[in-house]
Nanobody
């Protein structure tokens, strides 16, 4: 069974940092691209970042570019999102997801994702 377990969320002040970690199992992690997505209450799921299987390519949403960094360790089946210069609008439930999303008419979907870890940015 595909399992994706996120951790590292919590409360941060504006300008602060958090690092999210995802531990994957149940599939050949090193052969799949991986993503981070987030969802705030009442809003659509947003593709935050993605990374190719061998880390040769990355994607960042314009809203986080320059502030967040995605990385992976294929030997440990882990995915990381380093979040710096946090803003209140980064507040959301963050999900680790297998692969890149399918985007149809602005709607983001993934085949597999975890339970999520809450990130709250507030002063």
């Amino acid at each position: 069974q595909v399992r994706l377990v996120e951790s590292g969320g919590g409360l941060a002040q504006p300008g602060g940092s958090l690092r999210l970690t995802c531990v994957a199992s149940g599939f050949t992690f090193s052969t799949y691209a991986m993503s981070w997505a987030r969802q705030a209450p009442g809003k659509e799921l947003e593709w935050v970042s993605g990374i190719y299987s061998d880390s040769s390519d990355t994607y960042y949403a314009g809203s986080v570019k320059g502030r967040f960094t995605i990385s992976r360790d294929n030997a440990k089946n882990t995915l990381t999102l380093q979040m710096n210069s946090l803003k209140p609008e980064d507040t959301a439930l963050y999900y680790c997801a297998k692969g890149y999303p399918r985007v149809v008419t602005g709607t983001v979907t993934f085949d597999s994702w975890g339970q999520g870890t809450q990130v709250t940015v507030s002063s």
